[in-house]
């Protein structure tokens, strides 16, 4: 009677196991199929909306999007809702199968090899199967996605070691730095999100067959101190790890990639945001200057208010700040928080409040009305042209020029610095299909410097990025900087050669793109 129940229970345990495998079996193949096929539409959908590399990719996905405009997640989901229906009904009906037909049928294929009789379960091989198509299947997806994407060499890049910043890398507390100048300048810094020197005219120098979408912009280019990658309008090409906002914000201010592995990419989450760096901020804050960060956002996203509160002491003004101040209202909220139009206003404001200052400033500003996926289209902008990115950029440069004219006519121009600049080229594909990523150029333009090397420099056909804006920077507010080197960043009203210039454009950039254990340790 014992053995009878021992038999049984073991009978019933082996039951479960089975069950318990065989329901971990499916859930593992229905994850390799439905990433698998999800892959394609996916990848599709990508190359459709965007124009990025696999750096921006990843960024973009383990960052926190506290503050960040989601909109474009529920696009990715249609893109691939269809698929997911038609392939999910497939491989439920497949399971299914195995469930009601092969499991309780239990159907056999009698086998005689020579003298050795056995039974093949037909319900194991159709597992065998399903298991090895889905890997099959999955195989083919990465091979589509890897060409699109070059996800193995971004890989390869990623394993291999660079020296770098031992070689080139200026320290600026080892660098002196000091004014030129009679006073201490203020400086304006307008970052302009997505603006790129490709929405001008073909004339002008930019990619539009028909129109130029920036004509003031261009024009100020023109009139003021612009440095371009040829003879005429342009700008700096891209680099590795200084393609989105935050990466952008941060080569600038210190003349370094955004080069943190993967695993420390949301630097807004640790206590201390690249403590081993010393960035214009904190050079400004030592010199005596009130330091004022300006966003239509929350300022949180992307690590921005600990990396400008931390360096620099700056002071942010931010979507819940223009709540509290009383600019909007509590519940107000479009696009990524409170349109240009607002922010403009709002900037008027407080340069008036920062001109009355017993210091210097410097007041720094990001736009957000151009951002991806297709721009924000505010209650000044027109509808002249087919395209709502057309318009969106027209808008976004009449209100840019008309804010620099107001600066013109205050008094505290005539001893400030204005700097207008793209922070990297636009995400999507909207206008700009038809360049190359790595070929499109981010404007820059420097309204009233003050630089020790005057005017008569050279600003064409010059290769550099967005880390020589650290430098130079400094170098148009009236300050000479021992070497003309920060970071590695070069002062480019100087006539030292730019690391691109010295090294080559493709050698800077694969050697950005390579892990260095000396920037982990050095700036994090």
């Known amino acids: 009677m014992e053995k009878e129940l021992s038999k049984k229970k073991s009978g019933k345990a082996k039951k479960i196991v089975k069950i318990v495998l065989l329901t971990l079996f499916y859930i593992l193949t229905v994850i390799l199929y439905m990433l698998s ?57 497949m399971v299914l199968f195995d469930i009601f037909a092969l499991i309780r049928i239990k159907p056999k294929i009698p ?49 291999q070691e660079t020296k770098i910043y031992e070689t080139y890398y200026v320290d600026p507390d080892d660098v002196e730095i000091t004014l030129a100048t009679e006073t201490q300048k203020n400086i304006i810094y307008i970052y302009m999100e997505s603006m790129e020197t490709t929405y001008a005219s073909v004339e002008d120098g930019g990619a539009q067959e028909e129109n130029n979408y920036m004509p003031n912009l261009t024009e100020l280019a023109s009139e003021y101190i612009s440095f371009s990658n040829d003879e005429d309008l342009g700008g700096w090409r891209p680099i590795t790890d200084t393609t ?30 690249a403590e081993g760096v010393t960035n214009l901020g904190d050079i400004l804050e030592d010199l005596g200057y009130y330091n004022e960060f300006l966003c239509g956002s929350n300022a949180t996203f992307g690590g921005r208010r600990k990396y400008f509160t931390q360096h620099g002491n700056y002071d942010i003004f931010d979507y819940y700040t223009a709540i509290d101040e009383g600019y909007i209202d509590e519940d107000y909220k479009v696009w990524w928080g409170y349109q240009d139009s607002i922010l403009y206003e709002i ?18 500003m990001l736009t957000v009305d151009t951002h991806h996926v297709g721009g ?8 002249e042209y087919d395209n709502q990115v057309a318009n969106v950029v027209a808008c976004a440069d009449s209100q840019v020029y008309a804010f620099v004219q ?20 636009r995400m999507d594909s909207q206008l700009v299909s038809d360049t190359d990523y790595y070929e499109r150029t981010v404007y820059n333009c420097i309204i009233n410097s003050f630089s020790p090397y005057g005017t008569d420099i050279n600003t064409t056909n010059r290769e550099f990025t967005a880390m020589d804006m650290f430098p130079t920077i400094l170098s ?36 950005i793109g390579k892990y260095s254990n000396y920037f982990i340790t050095e700036f994090s």
């Open 37 to 93: 096929v999800l892959t394609f539409p996916l990848t599709d959908w990508f190359v459709a909306t965007f124009d990025l590399d696999l750096a921006n990719i990843i960024y973009t996905i383990i960052s926190p999007l506290d503050g960040a405009d989601t909109d474009f997640l529920s696009e990715a989901i249609e893109a691939c809702e269809s698929t997911a229906i038609k392939y999910g009904i497939i491989i439920a009906v």
């Open 111 to 159: 086998v005689k090899i020579k003298k050795l009789k056995f039974n093949i379960n037909i319900a194991y091989i159709y597992r065998i199967a399903i298991l090895v198509s889905s890997c099959i299947f999955l195989y083919r997806a990465f091979n589509y996605a890897d060409a699109v994407l070059d996800i193995r060499g971004y890989i390869e890049l990623r394993t």
């Open 244 to 273: 989105w906002t935050m990466a952008s914000l941060f080569a600038t201010t210190t003349g370094l990639p955004y080069a943190y592995p993967i695993k420390q990419n949301s630097m807004g989450k640790r206590e201390n945001f």
């Open 347 to 364: 900037a008027k404001d407080e340069l008036l409040e920062l001109a009355e200052l017993d210091q210097p400033f410097n007041f720094t």
């Open 376 to 383: 924000y289209v505010c209650e000044l902008c027109g509808d």
């Open 406 to 425: 107001w600066i013109m006519e205050q008094d505290f121009f005539e001893d400030t610095v204005i700097i207008i600049s793209g922070d990297h080229p």
């Open 476 to 511: 148009a507010m009236g300050y000479e900087i021992e070497g003309d080197r920060l970071g590695l960043g070069t002062n480019m009203f100087s006539d030292l050669p730019t690391l691109c210039e010295q090294l080559t454009y493709d050698y800077l950039s694969d050697e």
